[in-house]
């Protein structure tokens, strides 16, 4: 009990909340930092991709908001644990360079898929969250980007429809199914 408690305290501390369209600066890296550009009426990130502790990144929104598929894929696994809380990790490729990478959506509150569905992007496949202990209780989406079989993660900023920190909500209408779409819908809703 006291060790769930000391790893809520440090992503407690680790964790900056601000408005919509707000970005959470890059905090203790190893590599270059990637400019973000996010839509006014995105959800926030709260945290940045900092490996080797961070593989992902936090967006602030409220329990229960729909959680989307970043990309066409397969739903590969969903489960829940001690940590992450309810969990689903989608497989998707190959794209436009011929490659297969994973995207991770942690801390949902639902799942709205099955293991081997396929789902398009921009699908609803669960609900924001608050579960696991490493949520700090805070609502919000973890989010990863896996290249190949999940041999390395990848700052999701990198891969962005828009092109690398440029961040923009899924809308079926100028969907180019090229990249990954935010994983959440913007205030006005889904598109």
């Not at 593989?55 to 590969?76: C, K, Q, R, S, Y």
Request: hydrophobic fraction near 40%.
């Amino acid at each position: 009990m006291r060790l769930v408690a000391l790893f809520s305290i440090v992503a407690l501390t680790a964790c900056e909340m601000g408005p919509f369209g707000y970005s959470a600066p890059y905090k203790a890296m190893n590599f270059h930092p990637v400019a973000i550009t996010l839509a006014d009426d995105a959800p926030s990130i709260s945290q940045q991709f900092r490996p080797p502790k961070h593989f992902g990144i936090d967006i602030f929104n409220p329990v229960g908001a729909p959680v989307l598929a970043a990309a066409e894929g397969v739903v590969t696994s969903l489960w829940t644990d001690a940590a992450y809380g309810r969990q689903i990790v989608l497989t998707h490729g190959p794209d436009t360079r011929d490659q297969i990478y994973q995207t991770v959506y942690r801390h949902l509150s639902a799942f709205s898929v099955k293991e081997g569905d396929r789902v398009s992007r921009g699908q609803n496949i669960g609900a924001l969250g608050r579960t696991g202990a490493l949520s700090a209780g805070l609502p919000h989406l973890h989010f990863e980007v896996w290249l190949g079989g999940g041999e390395g993660a990848v700052d999701p900023n990198l891969m962005w429809e828009g092109g690398p920190g440029i961040v923009r909500c899924f809308d079926k209408r100028t969907d180019s199914k090229h990249g990954v779409v935010y994983p959440v819908g913007c205030v006005e809703g889904e598109r």
